[in-house]
C-alpha cells in the first residue's frame, strides 16, 4: 500500500530534546549565565517553555523565523545585560553550530530505517532550519537511508499547513494514497497530515490522547513499526 514515507526529523528520529538540553548546558557555562541564575535548571525552566511558544507562534505564521532566533534568546539573556540583537544572534549561532555536532537518536532510529529503506522511498519533512538540519542528518549518521529532505524553508510554509504537505507530494513525485506521515508532534505532523488527507504514524511515547480524530496508527517506540510496515 505504502510507497512514500514521509519522516519527521526532530524528535522522531533525532533526539532533539537531550542534545538541545546538552547545548544549553554548554552555552550556560560558557557563557557565564549563572551569574543571574541559580542554576541550569532554573534557566532551562524559563528558556524552554518560551522557546516552545515561539516555535507554535512559528507555525502559526505569526512571527518570522528572525523574530524566533532573536527573541528565544534575549528572553533569558535580557536579566544579564544582553539584549541587543548581533549579541543575542551570535549565542543562537553559537548554539545552532553546536547543534549539529550531537548524535544522539531516539532509540531504534537506525535499525527503523535499515529495516524500511529497502522497501520504501523515505524522505525527511522538517520545520527546522536548514543551515544544522542537513548537518544533523549527516552527522548522525542518518543520511545513508534518506533520499531527499524536505523543509519548510523550502516550501515557503510550515507544517501543520496542508501546503508543505502538497509541496513534498509535489517534489518527490509521491502520490498520496501512498504516502505515510511518521512524527511525534500531534499538532505539527499528525493534524497536518491529516488535514492534507495523507494517513499518519503518531510516535507518542508518553501515551497521550488523541484529539479529535484517531490517527491511522500510534506507536510508544520506533521499534513497533516494524510490526506495521
Same mark, same amino acid.
Given at each position: 500500500?505504502?510507497?512514500?514515507?514521509?519522516?519527521?526529523?526532530?524528535?522522531?528520529?533525532?533526539?532533539?530534546?537531550?542534545?538541545?538540553?546538552?547545548?544549553?548546558?554548554?552555552?550556560?557555562?560558557?557563557?557565564?549565565?549563572?551569574?543571574?541564575?541559580?542554576?541550569?535548571?532554573?534557566?532551562?525552566?524559563?528558556?524552554?517553555?518560551?522557546?516552545?511558544?515561539?516555535?507554535?507562534?512559528?507555525?502559526?505564521?505569526?512571527?518570522?523565523?528572525?523574530?524566533?532566533?532573536?527573541?528565544?534568546?534575549?528572553?533569558?539573556?535580557?536579566?544579564?545585560?544582553?539584549?541587543?540583537?548581533?549579541?543575542?544572534? %551570535? /549565542?543562537?549561532?553559537?548554539? !545552532? =553550530?553546536? +547543534?549539529?555536532?550531537?548524535? $544522539?537518536?531516539?532509540?531504534?532510529?537506525?535499525?527503523?530505517?535499515?529495516?524500511?529503506?529497502?522497501?520504501?522511498?523515505?524522505?525527511?519533512?522538517?520545520?527546522?532550519?536548514?543551515?544544522?538540519?542537513?548537518?544533523?542528518?549527516?552527522?548522525?549518521?542518518?543520511?545513508?537511508?534518506?533520499?531527499?529532505?524536505?523543509?519548510?524553508?523550502?516550501?515557503?510554509?510550515?507544517?501543520?499547513?496542508? %501546503? /508543505?504537505?502538497?509541496?513534498? !507530494? =509535489?517534489? +518527490?513525485?509521491?502520490?498520496? $494514497?501512498?504516502?505515510?506521515?511518521?512524527?511525534?508532534?500531534?499538532?505539527?505532523?499528525?493534524?497536518?497530515?491529516?488535514?492534507?488527507?495523507?494517513?499518519?504514524?503518531?510516535?507518542?511515547?508518553?501515551?497521550?490522547?488523541?484529539?479529535?480524530?484517531?490517527?491511522?496508527?500510534?506507536?510508544?517506540?520506533?521499534?513497533?513499526?516494524?510490526?506495521?510496515?
Amino acid at each position: 500500500m505504502y510507497k512514500n514515507l514521509f519522516i519527521d526529523l526532530d524528535d522522531t528520529l533525532w533526539d532533539t530534546c537531550s542534545n538541545n538540553r546538552e547545548c544549553l548546558k554548554e552555552i550556560y557555562t560558557d557563557y557565564d549565565f549563572g551569574r543571574y541564575y541559580e542554576s541550569f535548571e532554573a534557566f532551562y525552566d524559563i528558556y524552554m517553555p518560551n522557546n516552545l511558544e515561539l516555535w507554535a507562534r512559528y507555525r502559526r505564521h505569526e512571527i518570522h523565523r528572525n523574530t524566533l532566533i532573536l527573541e528565544r534568546f534575549r528572553y533569558v539573556t535580557r536579566p544579564l545585560g544582553i539584549e541587543d540583537p548581533e549579541s543575542v544572534l %551570535k /549565542i543562537n549561532t553559537d548554539f !545552532l =553550530k553546536r +547543534t549539529t555536532t550531537k548524535t $544522539r537518536l531516539i532509540p531504534g532510529a537506525i535499525e527503523l530505517l535499515e529495516y524500511l529503506h529497502s522497501s520504501y522511498r523515505l524522505f525527511i519533512l522538517s520545520n527546522g532550519f536548514r543551515e544544522v538540519q542537513f548537518l544533523k542528518l549527516k552527522n548522525s549518521g542518518l543520511s545513508p537511508y534518506i533520499e531527499k529532505m524536505i523543509l519548510s524553508e523550502d516550501a515557503g510554509i510550515q507544517k501543520p499547513h496542508k %501546503k /508543505i504537505f502538497d509541496f513534498a !507530494l =509535489k517534489n +518527490t513525485n509521491a502520490r498520496r $494514497r501512498e504516502s505515510l506521515m511518521i512524527g511525534d508532534s500531534w499538532e505539527a505532523d499528525i493534524v497536518g497530515a491529516h488535514d492534507s488527507k495523507i494517513d499518519q504514524l503518531w510516535l507518542n511515547p508518553a501515551g497521550l490522547p488523541a484529539r479529535d480524530f484517531v490517527p491511522t496508527f500510534t506507536v510508544k517506540s520506533l521499534a513497533e513499526i516494524k510490526n506495521i510496515l
